[in-house]
Nanobody, 120 residues
């Protein structure tokens, strides 16, 4: 399984970015069995959950991003995206795409990360 992220960059506080992640080397029927998500890691900090979404559309968000970020996925295209609005300086981090088995059994996969920098 390969996860390729795109969409990071530099933006001013209050701006928006959309991150995209495409899964390859994975057939669609298997993609359905994964929970997809975005995590982030700021310098000197532990990696933390941003948002997750299951194949049936159930979402989970970190409190710090609720009402600002939206996660959505396209099962047929095997993609997951993160729309980030009203960005804040504290959102600055490397963002990682993640696939983890919904039933908790099997391997977890990570993308290479994409940098998001919010200037205040």
């Amino acid at each position: 399984v390969q996860l390729v992220e795109s969409g990071g960059g530099l933006v001013q506080a209050g701006g928006s970015l959309r991150l995209s992640c495409a899964a390859s080397r994975l057939i669609t029927s298997v993609f359905w069995t994964f929970t997809t998500g975005w995590y982030r890691q700021a310098p000197g900090m532990q990696r933390e959950l941003v948002a997750t979404i299951t194949s049936d559309g159930t979402t989970n968000y970190a409190d710090s991003v609720k009402d600002r970020f939206t996660i959505f996925r396209d099962n047929s295209r095997k993609t997951v995206k993160l729309q980030m609005n009203n960005l804040k300086a504290e959102d600055t981090a490397v963002y990682y795409c993640n696939l983890q088995p919904r039933n908790g059994v099997g391997d977890t996969y990570w993308g290479q990360g994409t940098q998001v920098t919010v200037s205040s």
